[in-house]
C-alpha cells in the first residue's frame, strides 16, 4: 500500500474516532441534563411538581386526559432506562456501531427538550411546553423509525436501546394528548359547543389510532404499546374516580387501551410465526435478535 493511502486511512480514522466520542459524550451529558430536570420538576431541587406547576394545568383533575398522578411513576423506569443506554452507548465496543452513530444524536436531542419542557412548565408558559412536546414527539418517532429499519445486534442492545425509546415514545404520545387538552382549557377553548365527553372521544381515538399505528409499522413492538396502555389506563382512573369525573370519557380510554393491546399482540404473534418459520429454513443467530425487538 502506498504510505500517503496508509496515513490518509489512519487520519479518516482518527477523525471518525473523534466524532464518535463527542457524540457518545454529548448522549451521556444530555442524559444528565435530563436526569437533573426531572429532579426540579419533581420539586425535590425546589421546583414546583408539574402537577401543581402552570396553575396546576396539567393536574390530575385539570382535564379530561390528565391521567391520575400513579401513572407518571413510569417516568422513573424511562429515566432509568435512559441512563443505562447512555452508559451503555459509552462503553468500549460501541463507537463503530452504524446503529448507534444514527441513534445517537437524535437520543441526545429527546432528552434536550424533555429537560426544556419541564423548564417551560415550570416558567408557567404552557403554549412553549406545547411545542416543545410536539417536536419531542417528532424526535421519538424519527427515532422509532431508526430502531425498526436497523435491528438491534443484541438482547442487551434491544432491551437497553429499543426497550426505553419505545417506553419514551408511548408515554410521551399520552403525555403530548393531556399536554394540549391543559392548553386548551387555560385560554378557554369552548369546544364550538361540543360537549368536552365528545373531544374526549375524539382525543382518544386518536391516541388508539397512534397506538395501533404503532404497533403495525414497528412489527408489535411491546414496549410503546406498554406506556402507551398504561397512560391510557390511568386516564380511565383519573375520570372514574377524580374530582372531574366521565364515564364517557373513561370508557373511551379503556377502549383505546384494549385496541391497542390487541392489535400489538395479534401482530406480534403473527410476526414471531413468520420468523421462527424463516429461522426452521435457514437458521442464524441473528433471526433470535430480530425476533426480541422491543
Not at 45 to 70: C, K, S
Not at 140 to 147: A, G
Not at 170 to 176: Q, R
Not at 236 to 255: F, K, T
Request: charged share 10%; hydrophobic share 55%; aromatic share 8%.
Amino acid at each position: 500500500m502506498h504510505p500517503n493511502r496508509r496515513s490518509s486511512g489512519n487520519e479518516l480514522l482518527a477523525l471518525s474516532s473523534k466524532k464518535d466520542e463527542v457524540r457518545r459524550l454529548v448522549v451521556l451529558l444530555s442524559a444528565i441534563a435530563a436526569v437533573m430536570g426531572s429532579f426540579i420538576g419533581s420539586g425535590a431541587a425546589g421546583g414546583t411538581p408539574i402537577a401543581q406547576a402552570a396553575g396546576g394545568a396539567l393536574g390530575p383533575n385539570a382535564t379530561l386526559m390528565a391521567p391520575a398522578v400513579p401513572a407518571f411513576g413510569v417516568w422513573s423506569v424511562i429515566y432509568l432506562g435512559s441512563c443505562a443506554y447512555a452508559v451503555w452507548q459509552i462503553l468500549p465496543g460501541r463507537a463503530l456501531s452504524t446503529r448507534q452513530r444514527r441513534l445517537g444524536y437524535p437520543v441526545a436531542a429527546s432528552l434536550l427538550l424533555n429537560a426544556g419542557w419541564i423548564f417551560a412548565i415550570q416558567a408557567g408558559n404552557l403554549a412553549l411546553s406545547v411545542a416543545v412536546i410536539a417536536l419531542l414527539v417528532a424526535v421519538l418517532s424519527w427515532i422509532f423509525t431508526l430502531c425498526v429499519r436497523m435491528r438491534p445486534q443484541s438482547l442487551v442492545e434491544a432491551a437497553i436501546c429499543d426497550g426505553t425509546l419505545g417506553l419514551y415514545l408511548g408515554w410521551i404520545c399520552v403525555a403530548a394528548a393531556a399536554n394540549v387538552s391543559a392548553l386548551l382549557v387555560t385560554v378557554g377553548f369552548s369546544g364550538w359547543g361540543i360537549q368536552p365527553a365528545v373531544w374526549a372521544w375524539f382525543v382518544l381515538a386518536v391516541a388508539g389510532l397512534i397506538g395501533v399505528g404503532l404497533a403495525v409499522y414497528g412489527q408489535g413492538r411491546l414496549a410503546p404499546a406498554a406506556t402507551l396502555i398504561w397512560g391510557l389506563g390511568w386516564v380511565a382512573v383519573s375520570r372514574l374516580s377524580g374530582d372531574l369525573p366521565s364515564v364517557p370519557a373513561a370508557l373511551a380510554a379503556m377502549i383505546a387501551a384494549v385496541g391497542v393491546a390487541v392489535v400489538t399482540l395479534a401482530v406480534r404473534f403473527a410476526r414471531g410465526r413468520r420468523v421462527n418459520l424463516k429461522s426452521s429454513r435457514l437458521p442464524s443467530a441473528s433471526a433470535s435478535v430480530r425476533g426480541c425487538a422491543l
